[in-house]
């Protein structure tokens, strides 16, 4: 069941998931159709195609692979290769008339991967914009903080606007780069959150998506919390419990993992609240508190 308010980038067509890199290697495009298919019954409103190296090595296959999706579903498609070449093939292959007339989404532009902007004039699509990143004195650094966060976002959106004056901030998901809880000692959670509120609150802004990838979040953690539960799929609804308030609307994630909103005595969300306000070892103390009991 999906949750209100919530769009999901279907995320499973990706060789760093290990039974979707067996159909790779195989180049098994029944067993992708399939995949496909099963994100969409189960409530995905766009697939992400990522064909990791295979898209590199042979970006033909994956225009094969993008005509073979849209042969079963009627969703349109994320593409998600950071090499032109590749998403210019991919591109091509597109067919609107199969995704109910949507635009394809290019996955996704940076400021140090401002080349894919080229995408837009190869044509019309909405595109994925990382705001981990930002452009200070003609260099490109990390973003450090939640205004950061925000005017990087709000930086590419005018440059790419300037370019298309023909594209609307619908046309816009703004990604907030949610980090890994194992080893975020600097606040980066945090700081997405708040990028998240102040996205949301610029006018100039309105009408974006604001989004992330939660599969990384839980990762180098155990699969239980103390309390017994599903430690990584409890962490998921807990960023999505915090950030849907704030505005976060769009999810890089497994449209099946039945993602919900926990009410305030949940265990892990309490603690995962507490976490997010502590910085280096203390960070790393609490985060062991998830999944240790207590001696």
């Not at 225009?63 to 998600?80: M, N, W």
């Not at 907030?176 to 700081?191: H, N, R, W």
């Amino acid at each position: 069941m999906s949750l209100p308010g919530l769009s999901i980038i279907g995320e499973r067509i990706n060789p760093g998931f290990r039974s979707t890199k067996a159909l790779f290697d195989q180049e098994d495009l029944a067993g992708i159709q399939s995949l496909a298919v099963r994100q969409a019954e189960a409530g995905a409103r766009y697939l992400n195609v990522n064909g990791g190296t295979k898209a590199l090595q042979n970006p033909q296959f994956m225009a094969e692979v993008v005509r073979c999706i849209q042969a079963v579903v009627a969703l349109p498609l994320s593409l998600d290769c950071p090499d032109l070449g590749v998403q210019e093939v991919l591109l091509q292959a597109y067919d609107e008339s199969k995704a109910q007339g949507h635009r394809p989404i290019i996955n996704s532009l940076s400021e140090s991967r401002w080349e894919l902007a080229e995408c837009l004039r190869i044509r019309p699509c909405k595109v994925i914009i990382m705001s981990s990143e930002q452009r200070v004195d003609g260099r490109v650094v990390p973003t450090r903080s939640g205004d950061d966060v925000r005017r990087s976002a709000m930086a590419m959106v005018r440059r790419i606007k300037t370019m298309h004056p023909a594209m609307s901030n619908d046309d816009f998901f703004i990604d907030v780069s949610v980090a890994t809880l194992a080893a975020d000692t600097e606040g980066l959670i945090a700081m997405a959150l708040e990028g998240v509120g102040l996205i949301r609150d610029q006018p100039e802004l309105e009408g974006v998506h604001i989004m992330g990838g939660l599969s990384n979040l839980a990762q180098h953690l155990p699969a239980q919390a103390v309390d017994g539960s599903n430690l990584p799929h409890q962490l998921e609804c807990a960023f999505l419990t915090l950030a849907m308030p704030l505005g976060f609307d769009t999810v890089l994630g497994t449209p099946w993992r039945g993602y919900r909103l926990l009410p305030e005595d949940n265990f892990v969300l309490r603690e995962f609240r507490q976490i997010l306000e502590l910085r280096d070892s203390e960070a790393l103390m609490a985060i062991v508190k998830l999944f240790t009991p207590a001696t």
